[in-house]
């Protein structure tokens, strides 16, 4: 994950790639497969979900935030899957013509334009299906069935109208027209935020030895993250270039959509991604080196060139 | 909900009409008020959801498999809400250009018509995540954890990839090719069928009398019955007209979509919806009269015209 260290002794980049290995093995476990009947719609979910390299920020994050709250990751592959499935979906369909009408994504054409739109919708309606499901059966959780509830409730209400699927209604309504940066941020904290913070919270949410501060200060952390995540997105939309990014670099300005460096400059962006990583590392001050990660991860965050 | 019977002493229009007010009153408790942040993709989900009157077909199956397990309305009006929210979604995502590209729902614009298409989409997302959060947060269920569980599970399969939407999904590959009947009702029995057995089971499922091989019975009634649904829909869309079924006559014919009538016939068509009718009330030979409503229900569905 980290672009700026290839080497195979750095410490972080081998535990983040274990954590990929262990999302994508769960992912090719609970997609059905592409023979099962119906076929295309096979096809598609598992294009837009396996193919393509994504960088799997939330399933890392569900990881870390387990292994920080002393969880193993064997008890998290599901739930890091399902955050990857309604990440995925969304993806489809925001990428469709009636929303923000990409044709690239992560290097390669979008759902709707490897298959059809028609399979891009109903690709992305039953993976959100899927994701609240393999939470409802996989055994390996060892959660009880009341904390398997919260589990699935946190990610209802992350993915729903007050959370992703309503910040990119706020986004798709705020083309054109001039938001200020606090409403810039409340459209972030529930279009990235919300699934971020989710992502956090689902994976130390099952552990005994995390106290409900431990957890508020997670949810800090991850507030954090989640929003320095989208500066750096926005920033990215300006420095980056489509091969590193994947997609299409500039289609922020090109779409009329606000972004931070409109609203603040760029360098002031730039500081400001910084400000933020280092607030997301206060709130782990009182935690072990089982936290390195998550504090890995915001440096991550802010220096990552795609 | 009889077309055939408008008077006030027919017993079986009174409880259905009085199912449908109770999850009237649950959608509107349930689902965010139009003045909650972001309004317009609230007032979508409202409209496509509360306003229109819809047939209420699965919430009433809910309360009527309910009733016949011996289970209190007021423990199954989340999971009825559940049903209907799931079925709502599915017809916005249906209506929409890329799929059916229909104008018209239960007489009125369709939710892309009456807001926008990106709003559309997002209006089905978050009523998908809604109907699995509110099965997650009912008390009045007063089902343990575990059966909660049960019901999400349940409702997560048959919206998703080998139900309603994989159905969806086969129905549009289907669009000018030679299906046969088998084929035909191997769609529908996704499509359509998944969602109303759904309703069955999960009215049924918190039931302390019903034994496994009850719930079976009620599974194959529901079969039955959601299999004389399709196959009267197909019928209307060839006799009735665009005033009695809220949407356009003809439409199968004109998108080419393959029906029964036009495999079987009109006649046998029709002969069949009774058979299958007439198949759903032998499932329910070895219950008392507490299955009326399921056994009237049933009459219903063949005899609706619209």
């Known amino acids: 994950m980290p672009a700026t260290d290839t080497s195979t002794d750095n410490p972080f980049k081998q535990v983040v790639e274990n ?54 990751p064997e008890k998290l592959d599901s739930i890091a899957a399902a955050l990857e499935i309604i990440h995925a979906y969304s993806l489809i369909h925001d990428d469709l013509p009636a929303m923000d009408d990409d044709d690239l994504r992560r ?60 910040g990119q209604a706020i986004d798709l309504h705020s083309v054109g027209k001039k938001l200020n940066l606090s409403q ?8 990235t935020g919300a699934l971020i913070r989710a992502s956090v919270i689902m994976g130390a949410m099952n552990s005994a030895e995390c106290t409900p ?7 800090q952390y991850s507030q954090h993250v989640g929003l320095a995540f989208q500066v750096q997105d926005d920033i990215l939309d300006v420095i980056s270039d489509t091969e590193t990014l994947g997609k299409p670099q500039g289609s922020d300005i090109e779409q009329n959509k606000p972004t931070f ?46």
């Not at 939470?135 to 959660?143: H, M, N, T, V």
């Not at 810039?184 to 279009?191: G, Q, S, T, V």
């Not at 962006?269 to 590392?281: E, I, P, R, T, V």
């Open 261 to 306: 460096p409109e609203l603040m400059g760029l360098e002031a962006s730039q500081d400001y991604a910084l400000q933020l990583h280092h607030q997301a590392l206060d709130c782990l001050k009182d935690f072990d080196d089982r936290a390195d990660t998550l504090r890995d991860l915001s440096a991550y965050i802010v220096e990552r060139r795609n």
């Open 19 to 72: 954590y990929r290995q262990r999302v994508d093995a769960a992912l090719d476990r609970w997609l059905p497969s592409a023979d099962t009947t119906p076929k295309h719609l096979h096809e598609a979910m598992r294009y837009a979900v396996i193919g393509g390299g994504g960088k799997r920020v939330r399933p890392v994050l569900v990881y870390a935030a387990g292994a920080t709250a002393g969880i193993n």
């Open 213 to 219: 501060q431990m957890l508020d200060q997670l949810d």
């Open 184 to 191: 810039l941020e409340a459209m972030h904290k529930l279009k």
């Open 107 to 166: 290097g390669r054409p979008t759902c709707h334009k490897a298959f059809d739109e028609a399979t891009a919708i109903l690709a992305g309606d039953a993976l959100q299906a899927l994701a609240f499901e393999i939470i409802c059966e996989d055994e390996a959780i060892e959660a009880n069935a009341e904390t398997r509830l919260k589990l699935i409730q946190a990610l209802t209400i992350a993915s729903g109208s007050i959370g992703m699927a309503g």
